[in-house]
């Protein structure tokens, strides 16, 4: 009897090359790959297609520079002005009313976790014309956003207003998503969460959806 086995290789790679040079590249890969065989096989009748696919350019987050949080919130202001900042010689224009300085200067700290944010980084959003500041706070050598939280979620008619926003960390405010849960409903689910990290992510997320549903004040 005859068989014919059929095998997919797929690689991705960068390059400033144009498709033609590109091509050329994923040419060379291709072989390489198929002449990484057991020495002693016949792999004379082995065929490939090769096709090229442009993917689409990942759009990052720019990083333009760190500066201390005393020099970001004492110049918020409710007026649509914008205040110049300068890293490496180059000045940037920031508006300085965005509502998250205001929450962070009622507190710095998490409501949650108790995480706090200590370096304020200017960043620049994908098709922003204009960066803007972020605040992080540093857990276990990594930094974690911090973020403005809806008290009530807006899905649950919570309103856009300060009186309605506190700060929180991205992990907690990602656990507490859209449900109506108070700080020591998040804090348990924090802890579900740190006790369970290593647990692949598709039980992780099931294990807090559950504990999140008991807890949620609308179930």
Do not use: W
């Not at 002005?81 to 929450?103: A, C, E, H």
């Not at 803007?132 to 009530?152: P, Q, W």
Request: aromatic residues 8%; proline residues 4%.
């Amino acid at each position: 009897m005859r068989y014919k086995a059929i095998t997919t290789i797929s690689f991705n790679f960068d390059s400033d090359e144009p498709p033609g040079k590109a091509m050329e590249y994923a040419r060379k890969k291709l072989s390489e790959i198929l002449d990484d065989h057991p020495q002693g096989e016949d792999f004379s009748s082995y065929s490939a297609q090769l096709n090229l696919v442009r993917l689409k350019d990942k759009h990052k987050l720019k990083r333009i520079g760190e500066f201390p949080v005393e020099e970001v919130l004492p110049y918020i202001t409710t007026e649509d002005i914008r205040r110049i900042y300068t890293v490496n010689g180059k000045d940037y224009p920031v508006r300085m009313n965005s509502d998250r300085y205001f929450v962070f200067l009622k507190s710095l700290k998490c409501c949650a976790c108790g995480i706090e944010g200590t370096r304020m980084m200017l960043e620049l959003n994908p098709g922003d014309d204009t960066p803007h500041f972020n605040l992080y706070a540093e857990d276990s050598g990594r930094l974690v956003l911090m973020t403005k939280d809806h008290i009530i979620a807006k899905s649950r008619g919570g309103e856009n207003s300060l009186n309605n926003y506190q700060s929180m960390c991205a992990v907690c405010n990602n656990l507490k998503a859209n449900h109506n849960l108070s700080i020591e409903a998040v804090r348990e689910l924090r802890e579900v969460y740190d006790n369970n990290a290593k647990l692949p992510k598709r039980d992780l997320k099931k294990l807090i959806n559950n504990r999140r549903q008991a807890l949620d004040g609308f179930s």
